[in-house]
T-cell receptor, first 113, second 112 residues
């Protein structure tokens, strides 16, 4: 069985641009969460989606948005990119929404120039 | 507000040594605790998950313990190998469960 897949693996953008990151969860998993990890720190929670509904949002500006599709895949969108958005963006899937074991993808490394 | 701290931030040991990584959390009302491994620039690989009702979990050379009352977990690695070199992170879900809080990790280097 395939694990969590994320695309693209690397991305270079310039300030002010928009970016879309994609995630496909493990088959059978209905929950997808997004995390941002800056070098040297632990991942920070951005969003969780379960059954296509947003169940939680971290302390991130409205420039960050996400959605989940009927096949449970997900997109993370970031508008008006800032230099500080440069980070590793991680997607995690789990069977259910609460207190479940998390399985992570390999991440998307975003560089904003 | 849940906070997770990992000590030490970095550790360098010779091959073959047994070692302990520490994780502490401020809110003891946790549902579970998960340990992850992360190689540079890569995603997180789940190592062990301990439910709040458990005291220990073992997988091969890894053993994780949980003491909820003191807000601590340890990850014990036996007979360390150079391939164990990575960053190890612990994480706990917040009350409500949809958000997981991570420590900053312990960067481990095992010298051959």
């Amino acid at each position: 069985d395939a694990g969590v897949t994320q695309s693209p693996t690397h991305l270079i953008k310039t300030r002010g641009q928009h970016v879309t990151l994609r995630c496909s969860p493990i088959s059978g998993h209905k929950s997808v969460s997004w995390y941002q990890q800056v070098l040297g720190q632990g991942p920070q929670f951005i969003f969780q989606y379960y059954e296509k509904e947003e169940r939680g949002r971290g302390n991130f500006p409205d420039r960050f948005s996400a959605r989940q599709f009927p096949n449970y895949s997900s997109e993370l969108n970031v508008n008006a990119l800032l230099l500080g958005d440069s980070a590793l963006y991680l997607c995690a899937s789990s069977l259910g929404p609460d207190n479940e074991k998390l399985f992570f993808g390999s991440g998307t490394q975003l560089s904003v120039l | 507000k849940q906070e997770v701290t990992q000590i030490p931030a970095a550790l360098s040991v010779p091959e073959g040594e047994n070692l302990v990584l520490n994780c502490s959390f401020t809110d003891s009302a946790i549902y579970n605790l998960q340990w992850f491994r992360q190689d540079p620039g890569k995603g997180l690989t789940s190592l062990l998950l301990i439910q709040s009702s458990q005291r220990e979990q073992t997988s091969g050379r890894l053993n994780a313990s949980l003491d909820k009352s003191s807000g601590r977990s340890t990850l014990y690695i036996a007979a360390s190998q150079p391939g164990d070199s990575a960053t190890y992170l612990c994480a706990v879900p917040t009350t409500g469960g949809f958000k997981t809080i991570f420590g900053a990790g312990t960067r481990l280097f095992v010298k051959a």
